[in-house]
């Protein structure tokens, strides 16, 4: 289907040919095809997108297309129950069998149509249109249901894989975590001889009553593509969720990670580090919605930006009325290691209680000379001086992590396109 005919005033410049079973409801469909109808396309008038031009994904020529690869060279762990996607649509030559108890792990594709019920009850629609285009074209994604009690040891390993010129891949996936259920998810999001391709993805995640939830979210795209992230998130009482955002690559990425906590005594933490260079520009908006009380968040994003790469960070933190006790912790911290890097960082609260513990806080810098100076005087060499100061200045939001496999990729992709050792 060709966007034109739904969106008129897209009509002269978005030619984006959309197709594929649709996953959804034939009534949330609808509404979201009433959403694209009647919004615009953001601009940086719009203020959720004042720092991110979106010319080049509106004016793309994106197509929606099946391939198939014969191998997974990017599986992080070999261990790991793995689930593979080209292009939006599952790989099941490159995807794991058998599970373990305790796991219900398939593609949307293979989900009967009532299960597919499941899908949109949390993602809103009404003033964001790429999760209107995601509910509206949807090709497939993954249904992971972890069951009351269940400590699923090995990690689930979900790799989007994208390839071709001008390829478009709406995936949408789903997370249920059970009460007292624990968990480790590794998603990565990578390119394969692609050009000018984008991904536009949706995870709507559950996490229940005493639910222990662990993501590492890698992103390493060609430069040349482009990515938009959305996490929906829902905690119920004495939850644990996680999730560490790793971008190290990719032209234009924009992470949205919505969190709604709505259960007393629940833990969130989110974590993120963006390595860029070139003229990458990476965009993370968090939003940690407290709507009970004696809950703890703490959220740590720090960047290092060179050449002329771009990195925003808008990070809101809500504090509702009847949410006391509450201790919300925020940090956005960047280094520039050029003169045409830029960053535009915007934390903020937002508090109505009066027993609250909240703090926020932003820096940006560039390397202290003197440190550096002190380094090559002990006869170490300006690059590794340089790499030093800035491992250690990422290394706290590294450090989060807790899978060695991860930290391993990491430390390898950062080899590769930089030629520096930040994980160790």
Not at 70 to 75: E, I, L, T, V
Request: aromatic share 8%; charged share 20%.
């Amino acid at each position: 289907m060709n966007l034109e005919t739904i969106i008129p005033e897209m009509a002269a410049s978005v030619n984006w040919k959309l197709e594929g079973k649709h996953l959804l409801s034939e009534d949330l469909r609808k509404k979201a095809l009433s959403v694209l109808e009647n919004m615009p396309f953001p601009t940086t008038r719009t203020e959720a997108w004042k720092y991110t031009r979106l010319a080049k994904i509106r004016n793309g020529n994106f197509v929606a297309r099946q391939e198939q690869l014969a191998s997974n060279r990017h599986q992080i762990d070999l261990n790991a129950i793995s689930l593979v996607f080209v292009n939006g649509h599952f790989a099941s030559n490159l995807s794991s069998s058998h599970f373990p108890d305790g796991i219900k792990l398939l593609a949307l594709s293979q989900m009967e149509v009532m299960e597919l019920s499941v899908l949109g009850n949390t993602l809103p629609l009404e003033g964001e249109l790429f999760n209107a285009f995601n509910t509206a074209y949807a090709t497939d994604g993954v249904y992971l249901h972890i069951s009351a009690n269940m400590h699923i040891k090995p990690v689930i390993e979900i790799t989007h894989i994208v390839t071709g010129t001008n390829t478009i891949s709406h995936l949408r996936n789903v997370i249920v975590a059970e009460a007292f259920s624990k968990a480790h998810i590794v998603q990565q999001y990578v390119t394969e001889n692609a050009n000018t391709c984008f991904t536009n993805v949706v995870t709507e995640v559950s996490v229940a009553k005493n639910a222990f939830l662990t993501i590492d979210k890698l992103q390493y795209e060609d430069e040349s593509c482009f990515t938009i992230a959305t996490e929906q998130v829902t905690q119920a009482t004495d939850s644990n969720f996680t999730i560490n955002t790793l971008t190290l690559n990719g032209g234009l990425v924009r992470n949205n990670l919505n969190i709604a906590v709505n259960g007393q005594n629940c833990e969130t933490h989110l974590n993120g580090a963006y390595i860029l260079k070139g003229s990458q520009h990476v965009d993370n908006h968090t939003v940690v919605d407290h709507t009970v009380a004696h809950c703890v968040s703490n959220e740590l994003y720090k960047g290092v930006i060179d050449e002329k790469a771009t990195a925003v960070f808008n990070g809101k933190v809500f504090v509702r009325k009847d949410a006391q006790k509450i201790n919300a912790f925020q940090s956005n911290g960047n280094v520039l290691l050029s003169n045409d890097a830029t960053v535009n960082s915007k934390p903020e609260l937002e508090i109505y209680a009066d027993d609250v513990k909240c703090s926020h806080g932003s820096t940006t810098g560039q390397l202290d000379d003197e440190a550096i100076f002190y380094l090559r005087a002990r006869g170490i060499g300006e690059k590794a001086a340089r790499q030093l100061m800035v491992g250690a200045f990422v290394g706290d939001v590294f450090g989060k992590l807790t899978n060695e496999a991860v930290k391993t990729r990491v430390d390898q992709l950062l080899q590769e396109r930089f030629e520096w050792d930040f994980v160790g």
